[in-house]
Structures are given as structure tokens and as C-alpha cells.
T-cell receptor, first 116, second 115 residues
Framework: AQKITQTQPGMFVQEKEAVTLDCTYDTSDQSYGLFWYKQPSSGEMIFLIYQGSYDEQNATEGRYSLNFQKARKSANLVISASQLGDSAMYFCAMRGNNQAGTALIFGKGTTLSVSS | DTEVTQTPKHLVMGMTNKKSLKCEQHMGHRAMYWYKQKAKKPPELMFVYSYEKLSINESVPSRFSPECPNSSLLNLHLHALQPEDSALYLC??????????????FGPGTRLTVT
């Protein structure tokens, strides 16, 4: 069975600092995708970044980068130069060839608080 | 445009009411999803539609009835709900089903309260 683990219920960081949110996954699939989403208190799930299992380079999108270590089954999100607007819940998710098709399997989430 | 729209934004309904949630996307995506999310929990899959056909029903009670009238629209019909059904209902879409289908985009959600 596929599983996503986020071990940090909450993280605190000051503005302009970098922060790493941890994510480990478990799957027996060879082909899978890993995602990070941001969910502010308004509720919308905002797609941040995607890494395919066959992608050799780590994905980057602006201030977001995904530190993909396939052998360790980890897909940590790095946010550089944190901003107050980054305060939100962050979910790591995976999609693979499982019974649920391409529906996402989510971790429990990490609440990030950015202070000035 | 990576927009998925959902209406209404908020919905309060009694246990005997019938209401519907609506989701729309114009990205040409052929897979659409309904998720349910309780406060401070991750979203849980309810239904998956692929090419307008229901492909996954995650053992959802029959008081939730999905419908996909065309490739851009997804509805969720609600009837005789219970207070524990109060949650954020999220719609999402992706290019198609399959591990290589790329990103899955979510709508802003409908906050449902059952009284």
C-alpha cells in the first residue's frame, strides 16, 4: 500500500529564512508522482511543485524546490526566503498506479508559521 | 488557465434538504475528483470520474450522488445528510488518469454545514 508520512505537525520560521518541510513516502510502484500543496486558512489547495519518479533533476518553482532522494524515499520541500504569506498548512501527496487510479494520497500535513 | 471553479462557496443545509455542489474546469482535463476534508485533516477521496464515467467510488454513502454531465462539469448531489457530513468539499481535475497525468488542480472548495 502507498503511504505518505509528514512527521512535523508544526514548523516556525522567521521571514527571509529558508525552511525545509519533510516528507517520506512508501510505494512499490516504479512510476509515481510526488506533489506539494499549500492550503491557507481560506481552504483552497494550491499546487506548488511536482516531481516525477523518473525525473533526474530536482524540481524547482520560484522559491520552492523539491529535494528528491529516491533511494531514501524522501521528497522534502524547501522554501527559500520565507514570507508572511507562506503561513499555511502544507501537504505532501503521491499518485501512483494503485486501485484508486490517479487520486492523490496525502500526508497529514505540516502547519508552517512565518513570523516577522 | 489552471482554474477549477466551485459553487457555492458556503452552504448551510438541514438534514432533510436536497442540494447540489457544482464544479467546472475548462482545461480539457478528462479526470475529475471529489474530496472531503475535515478541519486540520488531509483531503479524503470520495469519487473519481474518468472520461465522464465513474471509475472510483470510495465506499461513499448513497446520500452523496455524483454526476458528470459533460467533460467540463462535475456535480455532487446531496440528500438527507448528517451533521458529521459537515466539511470542506474539494473538486479537482487532472489531464487524465495514470501516474503520468501531471498536476492535479483543485478548486477553492465548498464549506458545507449540515444542521
Amino acid at each position: 500500500a502507498q503511504k505518505i508520512t509528514q512527521t512535523q505537525p508544526g514548523m516556525f520560521v522567521q521571514e527571509k529564512e529558508a525552511v525545509t518541510l519533510d516528507c517520506t513516502y512508501d510505494t512499490s510502484d516504479q512510476s509515481y508522482g510526488l506533489f506539494w500543496y499549500k492550503q491557507p486558512s481560506s481552504g483552497e489547495m494550491i499546487f506548488l511543485i511536482y516531481q516525477g519518479s523518473y525525473d533526474e533533476q530536482n524540481a524547482t518553482e520560484g522559491r520552492y524546490s523539491l529535494n528528491f532522494q529516491k533511494a531514501r524515499k524522501s521528497a522534502n520541500l524547501v522554501i527559500s526566503a520565507s514570507q508572511l504569506g507562506d503561513s499555511a498548512m502544507y501537504f505532501c501527496a503521491m499518485r501512483g498506479n494503485n486501485q484508486a487510479g490517479t487520486a492523490l494520497i496525502f500526508g497529514k500535513g505540516t502547519t508552517l508559521s512565518v513570523s516577522s | 488557465d489552471t482554474e477549477v471553479t466551485q459553487t457555492p462557496k458556503h452552504l448551510v443545509m438541514g438534514m432533510t434538504n436536497k442540494k447540489s455542489l457544482k464544479c467546472e474546469q475548462h482545461m480539457g482535463h478528462r479526470a475529475m475528483y471529489w474530496y472531503k476534508q475535515k478541519a486540520k485533516k488531509p483531503p479524503e477521496l470520495m469519487f473519481v470520474y474518468s472520461y465522464e464515467k465513474l471509475s472510483i467510488n470510495e465506499s461513499v454513502p448513497s446520500r452523496f450522488s455524483p454526476e458528470c454531465p459533460n467533460s467540463s462539469l462535475l456535480n455532487l448531489h446531496l440528500h438527507a445528510l448528517q451533521p458529521e457530513d459537515s466539511a470542506l468539499y474539494l473538486c479537482a481535475s487532472s489531464l487524465n488518469e495514470g501516474a503520468g497525468a501531471g498536476e492535479q488542480y483543485f478548486g477553492p472548495g465548498t464549506r458545507l454545514t449540515v444542521t
